[in-house]
């Protein structure tokens, strides 16, 4: 009985450290793994822009958004959550950093699209500083582990001025 008892301890105590070894071989693996990202966003058509009642200008947009991110797949990636967030700057704030469209990527198969997507959060300034402005495309990812960090990247991918008028 007393010997029962101590070799399930031992066993237990066992399985704990190869878990513990694996998982740190996991996140050490990922620390290794550079990925190399392709990207491709660009505006096909301005639908709306307007300053709201508010004071702020406020941007509805058409983009055509490509991507192959396979590379940031391991076998430790449980999903990768990317983000494209439209950056610009203005003298209240050097950078102004606006998501205007997310997707989780469930797995590897999923990693390489292309698409034509209105933007899911609309581009609004904190004032009316947009008309004319040149705004930067930059494509962001958080790529979540079964074990170990979180990783994050980030990629600028093109540029573009918004119109100089309302519409
Ligand atoms: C969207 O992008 C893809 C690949 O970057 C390109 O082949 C396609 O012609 C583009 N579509 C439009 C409407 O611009």
Redesign the pocket.
Known sequence: MHSFVYRLNTLVTFAAVILAVLCGAASFLDAFNSPSVRA?A?V?KFNRFRKQLSGNDEVSLTL???MDLRSLFTWNTKQVFVFLAAEYETSKNSLNQISLWDYIIPDKDHAKF?A?VANKYPLIDQGSNLRGKKVEFVLHWHVMPWTGRMIEGKMAVSNFYLPEAYT
Do not use: A, L, M, R
């Open positions: 491709h660009e096909i055509n958004i490509s292309q034509q």
